[in-house]
């Protein structure tokens, strides 16, 4: 006596479906069956990250994750992380040009003036406090799945993604 392996009702011997589910069996007992599934399981060739994941996590590391999101094939293709990824590369070397000009005058002005030196110190401290907030709100927008574009580098971005 053979039982359907999907749903366990009787079967007469050499039956290839189920007469009740209509599910594969196997031809030989103890043979591996594939039953017809009907879930929407992810294909051998998806990534598993959803688009606005990705887009997110193109801001981790600005300009390495950027570039990384342009290259990586799925997401390549997709303008909405195309977007973040070339608006994060933008972010970051902007980051960086920022940093380095305020480190020039930095050490350039300590030997000016004590005083002036730390009232300096603190608003380059403000800009960067500035820049990690508006890391983090980029990083959110783009989870939120919302194409939220910097004032200049948002439309270099855009044109870059092709939107």
């Known amino acids: 006596m053979a039982f359907c392996r999907s749903c366990g009702a009787q079967l007469e011997e050499g039956v290839a479906f189920c007469p009740?589910?209509?599910a594969a069996q196997a031809a030989t007992p103890g043979a591996a069956v594939t039953p017809a599934s009907?879930?929407?399981a992810p294909t051998a060739g998806s990534t598993g990250m959803t688009n606005n994941v990705a887009a997110a996590l193109a801001y981790f590391l600005t300009v390495l994750t950027g570039i990384l999101f342009l290259v990586i094939e799925p997401y390549n293709k997709d303008k909405f992380v195309r977007f973040h990824a070339f608006q994060a590369i933008f972010f970051g070397i902007a980051g960086w040009g920022f940093w380095i000009i305020f480190s020039m005058l930095w050490s350039s002005?300590?030997?000016g003036g004590v005083g002036f030196f730390f009232l300096l110190?603190?608003?380059i401290q403000i800009i960067e406090l500035g820049f990690f907030?508006?890391?983090?709100?980029l990083m959110y927008k783009a989870y939120n799945k919302e194409e939220f574009k910097l004032p200049i580098i948002g439309n270099i971005a855009a044109k870059q993604a092709g939107i």
């Open 133 to 137: 907030v508006l890391w983090i709100f």
């Open 20 to 22: 009740k589910c209509g």
């Open 121 to 123: 110190w603190r608003v």
């Open 109 to 111: 002005l300590f030997l």
């Open 38 to 40: 009907t879930s929407a």
